[in-house]
Nanobody
Framework: VQLQASGGGLVQAGGYLRLSCAASGFPYPDYSIGWFRQAPGKEREFVAAIRWLGDSTYISDSVKGRFALSRDNTKNTVYLQMNSLKAEDTAVYYC????????????????WGQGTQVTVSS
């Protein structure tokens, strides 16, 4: 299984970025993809998740209204569109793959990508 996160970078507050998580090698199709982030000195925090089968999405209250998830089934890729970015969104963003459990919980994920850095300057 491989999860390739990309799209991070440096952006000014109020700007936007789109992160991508390309998934491959999952043995069964009914996995979910989630995004977590980790800022220096802080625990990994749930951001958003989407179930591959069906249209259920989950968004953290801290980013609701600013971040949105979408997916391209033909590319096995999930996108995290991040708008109206704030300095507090600065973190390394990780995408993970899960076959079950609460998608808001770090322990529900079986696989992780390498992370992509998002830096928002104020």
């Amino acid at each position: 299984v491989q999860l390739q996160a990309s799209g991070g970078g440096l952006v000014q507050a109020g700007g936007y970025l789109r992160l991508s998580c390309a998934a491959s090698g999952f043995p069964y199709p009914d996995y979910s993809i989630g995004w977590f982030r980790q800022a220096p000195g802080k625990e990994r925090e749930f951001v958003a998740a989407i179930r591959w089968l069906g249209d259920s999405t989950y968004i953290s209250d801290s980013v609701k209204g600013r971040f949105a998830l979408s997916r391209d089934n033909t590319k096995n890729t999930v996108y995290l569109q991040m708008n109206s970015l704030k300095a507090e969104d600065t973190a390394v963003y990780y995408c993970g793959g899960s076959y079950g459990g609460s998608l808001r919980v770090y322990g529900a994920y079986d696989y992780w990508g390498q992370g992509t850095q998002v830096t928002v300057s104020s």
